[in-house]
């Protein structure tokens, strides 16, 4: 069984410092999603990696793929309230051709101004 | 271009009654997926649909749930009997094809109480 821990679970930040969430497996991921929700919501999609190493900029958003294709980190430079709510990670695989994603519980961001 | 869409977005039931939830994909996409999220916890995969096929039900409970993906018309996800243990947040996703980046982009939900 493929499993996602997300750390950590709950985040408090003040508005302006930078913060870094993390997701680990023991299992290799063909890709790896992350999506943010908001209460009451469903999962919206942020970026996709797929290449080991491989690092997205996304505004203030960065997120980098392990060299293994295991983990993932997102990045948040000077955070805004805006950036409050639930992050997840997803993974699929392995084998390019898998569509079951596994979810990670996520990471709960309060950004206070 | 229109999202997924799910209706409805909240459903009361009562235990041993049946639960119908229905599921628009992204225009165009052709794969269907149903999550399930229980409180507290991750969500976590139930069934893939293609058009008339149901390709993976592996995360679906064997009893009482039932998925289809209609040529025409939405995705429908059926709990018959109803019991408390299924109160929770159903998410459909679509997405163009499988393989590469297996991007889904998720509905709103629909909540799922059983009283």
């Known amino acids: 069984t493929q499993l996602l821990e997300q750390s950590p679970q709950f985040l408090s930040i003040q508005e302006g410092e930078n913060l870094t969430v993390y997701c680990n497996s023991s299992s290799v991921f063909s890709s790896l999603q992350w999506y943010r929700q908001e209460p009451g919501e469903g999962p919206v999609l942020l970026v996709t990696v797929v290449t080991g190493g491989e690092v997205k900029k996304l505004k203030r958003l960065t997120f980098q793929f392990g060299d293994a294709r295991k983990d993932s980190s997102l990045h948040i430079t000077a955070a805004q309230t805006g950036d409050t709510g639930l992050y997840l990670c997803?993974?699929?695989?392995?084998?390019?051709?898998?569509?079951?994603?596994?979810f990670g519980k996520g990471t709960k961001l309060s950004v206070i101004p | 271009n229109a999202g997924v869409m799910q209706n409805p977005r909240h459903l009361v039931r009562r235990r041993g009654q049946e639960a119908r939830l229905r599921c628009s994909p992204v225009?165009?996409?052709?794969?269907v997926y149903w999550y399930r999220q229980l409180p507290e916890e991750g969500l976590k995969f139930m069934v893939y649909?293609?058009?008339?096929?149901?390709?993976?039900e592996s995360g679906m409970p064997k009893e009482r749930f039932s998925a289809e993906f209609p040529k025409e018309g939405p995705s429908i996800l059926r709990i018959q009997q109803v019991v408390r243990g299924d109160s929770a947040a159903y998410f459909c996703a679509s997405s163009p094809q499988t393989g590469g980046r297996n991007e889904q982009f998720f509905g709103p939900g629909t909540r799922l109480t059983v009283l």
């Open positions: 225009k165009g996409h052709s794969h």
């Open positions: 649909l293609q058009k008339e096929n149901i390709i993976d």
């Open positions: 997803a993974g699929a695989g392995p084998g390019a051709g898998s569509y079951q994603l596994t």
